[in-house]
């Protein structure tokens, strides 16, 4: 990976515009979880310590671009970043057209990006005023780096130096470690409600992995792809050839797609549901398939503790329901247990790695998940292309 990066350069004096991702959940005002908040530190206080005017900006929820609104003020991120840093974090609300200072060594948060006008087109003229207000304009907001927008693409065409952030470097390194030249046998668990959303991922991830595990909504429509009734399952029906062809594909090159042996049964979607173990070709007619049984569970643990890479995106059952978790548990205790190494990322499983508490065992932790995916499909993400072109043509 050919880009210039934030570590290499002097930044003493330097007005530097990092873009960060501090897409953060917030209620009543306040910050539920400030994990992105803390990946993105190590590149703030880098430059804070370089001598550098620090300017950070992200974007937060799905404002109307052009209006301001209470609700996705980045004014609670602010607050974090504050006692973070031990000192003030001035909130500059209206800054696009700059007539603000920044100090030596001081942190200013700049009011939410998508407030402004022509950012989620990347217009030139957006993108051009952004990049007058630095001198360096640091990328590390991988979540959004498959994005083409003014604040994670657009600005890196116009800036001075466009440089990638520690956060950003690290998630690149991690995942071209797991996915370009893997330690073998590569196992990648792939999990969520649909086919539909993650079929590139599978297509792609079909012809590198020796053991592609399939869980959630998506095991259903392989379960049936299999010849099993799902009863009233969560199930894509028009994608079980599309599942029959995958199985077909991997089997030709000797690898496998596991299919559950049993499952954990409910009658409807709900936190009191009782949950009934059943062997997989015992599921009647209204019948919902909420997690996979103990041997099946067993079965991916024993792949999972052979495995050289683990990709992990997605858990396996309904893990918010305690009695239909147990299927993601197991797998979340053998990723931390495996000597393989371990790559996670996405919003759920991010949840389901806190729940069980395993988070210092997975090697890396992707703070992605559009981006993470689209990494796995082997696509160019904008904002990593747009660095190396810079980098190449200095």
């Known amino acids: 990976m050919a880009v210039i ?3 290499d350069l002097d930044l003493k004096g330097k007005r530097v515009f990092i873009r960060a991702d501090m897409n953060v959940p917030v209620k009543d005002g306040k910050v539920t979880s400030d994990a992105r908040i ?3 530190m190590r590149t703030i ?3 804070l310590k370089a001598g550098a005017k620090v300017m950070v900006t992200s974007h937060l929820g799905r404002p109307i671009e052009g209006e301001y609104s209470e609700e996705n003020s980045l004014k609670p991120v602010a607050d974090v970043l504050s006692a973070k840093l031990g000192r003030p974090v001035r909130l500059l609300k209206d800054w696009i057209d700059g007539g603000f200072d920044v100090a030596d060594g001081e942190v200013v948060l700049l009011e939410n990006v998508r407030f402004n006008v022509g950012e989620k087109k990347s217009l030139d003229a957006t993108a051009q005023k952004y990049a007058a207000l630095c001198d360096v304009f640091v990328m590390d907001a991988f979540g959004t780096a498959h994005r083409a927008e003014a604040s994670t693409h657009g600005v890196a065409k116009f800036a001075p130096i466009a440089a990638a952030g520690i956060l950003l470097t690290e998630e690149l390194e991690a995942l071209t470690k797991a996915l370009l030249s893997p330690a073998r046998p590569m196992v990648a668990i792939v999990g969520g409600s649909k086919v539909s959303t993650k079929l590139t991922v599978l297509e792609a991830l079909s012809e590198k992995v020796d053991q592609m595990v399939v869980g959630g909504g998506i095991a259903n429509t392989f379960l049936k792809a299999s010849g ?3 009863g009233k399952s969560l ?3 028009d994608l079980v050839p599309t599942a029959q062809a995958l199985m077909s594909k991997m089997t030709a090159r000797g690898a496998t797609i596991p299919i559950a042996v049993d499952v954990v049964c409910g009658k409807k979607f709900d936190a009191n549901e009782p949950a009934v173990l059943k062997d997989a ?3 009647v007619d209204d019948d919902m398939i909420f997690d996979i049984g103990p041997k099946s569970a067993q079965a991916l643990v024993d792949i999972i503790m052979k495995a050289g890479t ?3 995106n997605g858990p396996v059952g309904v893990f918010e329901f305690d009695q239909f978790g147990d299927g993601t548990k197991k797998i979340a205790e053998a990723i931390a247990a495996t000597s393989a190494f371990t790559l996670a990322g996405g919003g759920d499983t991010i ?3 806190q729940k069980y508490d395993i988070y210092d065992k997975v090697s890396y932790i992707s703070t992605a998940g559009g981006a993470f995916l689209e990494f796995l499909e082997g696509k160019k993400l904008p904002a990593v292309d747009i660095l190396e072109q810079r980098a190449a043509s200095k």
């Open 38 to 40: 803390t990946a993105s």
């Open 45 to 47: 206080e880098h430059c």
């Open 235 to 237: 199930c894509e029906d």
């Open 351 to 353: 949840a389901a790695i």
């Open 228 to 230: 099993k009734n799902i």
């Open 5 to 7: 990066r934030v570590t």
């Open 310 to 312: 683990v990709v992990w």
């Open 281 to 283: 070709g015992d599921v």
